[in-house]
Nanobody
Framework: VRVMDSGGGLVQSGGSLRLSCTASGFTFSGYRVRWYRQAPGKEERELVAQITNGGANGVADYIGSAKGRFTISKGSAENIMHLQMNDLTAEDTGVYYC???????????WGQGTQVTVSS
């Protein structure tokens, strides 16, 4: 049970990126999905967005400056989730990690991280 992050890159301020979290060996139904950012020079990872269930009836929540700019969505397959990030600023720069936790399985998985760099 693992997840893989992808989709990061270098973008100019005001631009957009779509991150992906791909599950291997399971689907996101019954799993909470969270996105964290680790800013340069900081040890802690801060929560930026989550959805309570990657399957049906999930409720999305966005933290701080992510509100109104970031959107979590399902991918083309049940093992893919996306984080659409719009109107990016330099403060959004960091390594983004997908984290999933299964309500029944209790599996807790982290992606390897994907680098997002926003140039001003």
């Amino acid at each position: 049970v693992r997840v893989m992050d992808s989709g990061g890159g270098l973008v100019q301020s005001g631009g957009s990126l779509r991150l992906s979290c791909t599950a291997s060996g399971f689907t996101f139904s019954g799993y909470r999905v969270r996105w964290y950012r680790q800013a340069p020079g900081k040890e802690e990872r801060e929560l930026v967005a989550q959805i309570t269930n990657g399957g049906a009836n999930g409720v999305a929540d966005y933290i701080g400056s992510a509100k109104g700019r970031f959107t979590i969505s399902k991918g083309s397959a049940e093992n893919i989730m996306h984080l659409q990030m719009n109107d990016l600023t330099a403060e959004d720069t960091g390594v983004y990690y997908c984290n999933t936790w299964g309500y029944i399985t209790n599996y807790d998985s982290w992606g390897q991280g994907t680098q997002v760099t926003v140039s001003s």
